[in-house]
């Protein structure tokens, strides 16, 4: 079992039904530790003291769940992480116990949490809620789940309810354990043999096997059993389903089937112990979607879960694969329980699990090789490549449907998924010419629908429309790259023997939207109807998709296209060309715009202007050698003033930005509404946390990002507990001369020093 110490700090929180006395300490501040107590010193001595509690403990001796083991003048308590005292100063050990599934994360669920407890030499129990279950009487204690607890009288084990202490089961087995075979039964021993019993004590299995563990089938859960050396099943109820006659048993996975051995030889029986597959192969795997691959003097062959032969066992070998062209695996039994993945999954493992579930979905094919040819088989053991002259053969799943590349040694060409032949087998893998990572399909639809596949042939490259069943791209020597989803840019080889290139546009359906020219390196999308050209020497223009010209300017290149300024500009969402209807060119100036007709557009009284995100631009002027900041809108209303000194984004939130004017600072949204008026000192933004320290007229405070005062600015000191809440709380503040503590409300513990303790 893992332990994790406290990190959640609700304690601080909690309210006394008295009120409490002033403490004054020597000395006050965080402990080096990570739980909910505070480091103080009084009368020259270290001491941990909990503030929403108002408890002074010596020391932490261990701490689990929501619990702590404390220390206070030689003897053992236990407080919850809520502040309540669960066991009282006067027990001579504790040991604290837990359960939850998978890895630790914070806020976990437990499944129990309990303190044994010890004094003069007997054991009792408390529970997460300070009921004592039992008080110490026994010679050991040791939980069995959270119903149950273990208790030892005179060397044997028996049971007690974990909700009232009453006696469950007389202490008469040599062992008691938590059981992994029958939920909330009991694992009993006599000596080394083994059985299980009911809560109550009544007895499911009796103690006199040396073996049992789980047995899961896709319909139901068994026990397998030895005895004799041989093994058997037996149901949840106890009952014989299989006697002990076998050398060993084994799950097929999400089948109702076991696995049998006799002699060197396997075969399958269902779960009434009638043959399925006689007990002549040497290697039975778990099935996959009802089939299994099965082995005969080296040879493999299919078999489904009612014992019928699929394929022969004649293969030299054979995979299961998914559309995604990837080797499967058996499903784990339907009824076993599922993997602990432990810490809450992200977004991301979310995003594949789903993936994975979508693939899974999907037709599974059959690959198979003999004598170093290879041949696919649907599910249905039909073939949709048979084995010939192939050498090699890849699955792939695009425009929802699976396709085959099929080789013969390094070439191949495409089958669809009724064996058809698409293109023969004369092309061959290649990498570079093609540039996908502005296409939408790839980039915002389901991958595995991409439609277009790219084809090598010797130095040429074509792209393939499998919904169309042809190239949209015919075949040259050639660079293909998408521009984003509806057009690619094609550039070509005007001569075999020269580096000159033309270029051409075409959309996604293979039609020429330009035509090639020599005189254009790239092609941008601007708009779905605006392009701008870099044609030579780098130079600029913006064209319709006629070609017509919709603005050009002298020496306007592409090293100019983004101004040579850098003003802030949201770093979370790339700003599209004319997304508030403007769109920067740059060239030779640093406030120049054109609409989407081409017509320019500048703001006066402005050296630079950025470029507009939501309406708005931030705007610099050149003063006496110094740079001033502002914002206008796309009508050149100053939003704000020209006047500050400096502009920053906060990077975890670039809506929000850091401003300065003079030696003050300021915090305002991208709209030009000040969250934070110009009036701090400093402003202190740590991009992983909730809270900002904000320091005015020499005083400190907290506020959150949206600008509301969490804490007044008042304090001469101000100092977060990385440790604590929200790795904030409590907070560490000076006002005057002496030190306080803050809870989460911004009000002060009743407690107080003059010094910091430092660590």
Known sequence: ???????????????????????????????????????????????????????????????????????????????????????????????????????????????????????????????????????????????????????????????????????????????????????????????????????????????QYPFLRNLFTHSASYIEYSENGRYGIINSAGKTEVPAQFEALESLGNVDLIKVKEGDQFGAIDLQGKWVLPAHYTRIDNFVKGLSIVEQGARLGVVDAKGKQMLPTQYDDIEFQNVAGQRVYAENAAVSPPMAYGAKPTKGLLEQRAEEAKIAALPYYIVVKKENKVGIFDWASQPIVPIQNYTAAEIFYANKTAYFKVFIDSLYGLFDVHGKELLPIKYHYQSGQYDDSFHYDRRKEDTLNDRFIPMYEGQKIGLFDLALKKFIIPMADQEIKWKKDRYLQVRRKTNRNTYSMETALYDSKGECVSAYNGSINSYYLLTDSLLLLEGEERVLKVVDLSGKTVYEKPNWRNNMLLGSYDLPLNKNLETAPFESGLFKVGADEDNLFIDKKGREKRFEGYDIVGSFYKNRAFVLKKKDNHDLYGMIDTAGKEVIPTELDRVEEVYDNPDILMVQKGRLYGLMTWEGVFLLPLEYEFISINGSKKYMEITKNGKKGLAEKDGHIVVPVIYDELSVNYNGEEETWPLLVKEGEWYKLINKEGKPYPARAKRKVSY
């Open 1 to 207: 079992m893992k332990k994790k110490t406290i990190t959640i700090f609700s304690l601080f929180c909690f309210q006394l039904g008295f009120t409490q006395s002033l403490k004054e300490f020597d000395a006050m501040g965080f402990s080096s530790h990570d739980h909910p107590f505070v480091a103080v010193k009084l009368a020259g001595k270290s001491h941990l003291y909990m503030p929403g509690a108002d408890l002074l403990v010596d020391k932490i001796d261990s701490s689990t769940g929501n619990m702590m083991c404390v220390i206070k003048d030689g003897v053992y308590g236990v407080v919850h992480s809520n502040g309540r005292l669960l066991a009282a100063f006067e027990y001579d050990d504790i040991e604290l116990k837990d359960e939850y599934q998978g890895q630790w994360y914070k806020g976990i669920p437990y499944d129990y949490e309990f303190v044994i407890t010890k004094k003069q030499g007997k054991y009792g129990i408390i529970d997460v809620e300070g009921r004592v279950v039992s008080q110490p009487q026994y010679q050991a204690v040791e939980v069995i789940n959270k119903e149950l607890i273990g208790v030892q009288q005179e060397g044997k084990w028996g049971w007690i309810s974990a909700k009232n202490g009453k006696l469950l089961q007389d202490p008469i087995y040599d062992r008691v354990s938590k059981s992994y075979l029958i939920k909330e039964a009991v694992t009993i021993y006599k000596g080394e043999n083994e059985g299980l019993a009911k809560a109550d004590g009544t007895i499911i299995i009796p103690p």
